[in-house]
């Protein structure tokens, strides 16, 4: 089936990942679908923004209205970001580079990840919207330096640092597919990464403990971060009120509300479940994004009513671009966008400082 075939079938973003499944390879469908565990964590995002309502009001002149925001002193046309997300070759032979031109065509913003599949200045140089660098703590501290410093040159105009997934979750679905990377996939950004060193385990450490986690980023190690750079910083993978607190104290610029998708540790709260509670410790001028399921524009607008300045957008990205490469990947955010217009006009609102949570039921 050819590409304009396959957008014309597609009418939502839950098409695009149905699509998605007869061309992606199977293991490679089920490590990107795929959750931690017993996926808990990946049903209650869905099934926790399935259970807010919208409380509509009617009649009201909504002819100026736009969804438009600033963040970090940039114009966003929509509240809506592409999350992070790895190697995206595994998607499409033109990887992250078609993401990134889709992006900018429409008007979205994109965080790049450190495990891209195409180098993070190539991918910058697709991108006229705003665009961030997200981290994934690396050992050695000055290798997180060049990388940051390489974002830097290349235009990247914030800096997300990723702290939920340290360790990878129980990914018993990918395991069961037989997931691996394809050959020609690989982490371009880490090819001078110095190599980690060899470490022998006493019988009484833990492969866990002293070995995967003494590699892990500590508060002390984002403190220092932050004052190497002069990029705003956000912390991805906040989900208890008292580590977004602690964020703001440490002098981070924003945090990402996100339990990675369900992908990291199973039986965690979603993040719409906990937003409200983190956007009431934060204060209002905080940046406060959240990602997780969604999928619709009422899903954006939830988010927003409970406090989000923005909402990123993880497997569906993944998804349109297998399907259709970017046109998939633009045909995929112009739905998006029009169905969050379309909750924000039917609901009476006009702009995002409308949208509140006496307009949820
Ligand atoms: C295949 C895949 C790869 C991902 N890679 C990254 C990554 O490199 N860095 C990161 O911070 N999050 C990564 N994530 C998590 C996303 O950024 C995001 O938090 C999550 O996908 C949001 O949930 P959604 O997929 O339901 O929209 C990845 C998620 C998926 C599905």
New binding site residues.
Partial sequence: MSSSNSINEALCLADYERLAKNVLPHAIYE???GGGADEIS?RE??ASLDKIKIFPRVLKDVTRGSTATTIFGEQWRTPIML?????QR?AHEEGEIATARAASALDVGM?V????SQPLEEISSYLTTPKWF?L?WQLDRNFNLDLVKRAELAGFTAL?V?V??AIHGIRNRAQRAKFQLPDHVSAVNLIHRPPLPTKEFMPDESIVFQGMMSEAPTWEDIEWLIAQTSLPVVI??ILHPDDALKAQKIGAKGV?V??????TLDCVPSPIEVLPRIRQKVGKDFVVLM?????RGTDVFKAIALGANAV?????Q?YALAVAGAPGVAHMLRILREEFEVAMALSGTEKLDDINPELLY
């Fill in positions: 490590y990107v679908y990946l995002n869905r999350a992070p997300v790895a190697f595994m965080m990840s450190t495990l891209s997200q994934y997300t990723t939920d997934s991805k993978g990402v996100s339990n990675h998708g369900g992908r990602d997780g399921s969604i999928q990123l957008l993880g497997r569906a993944f």
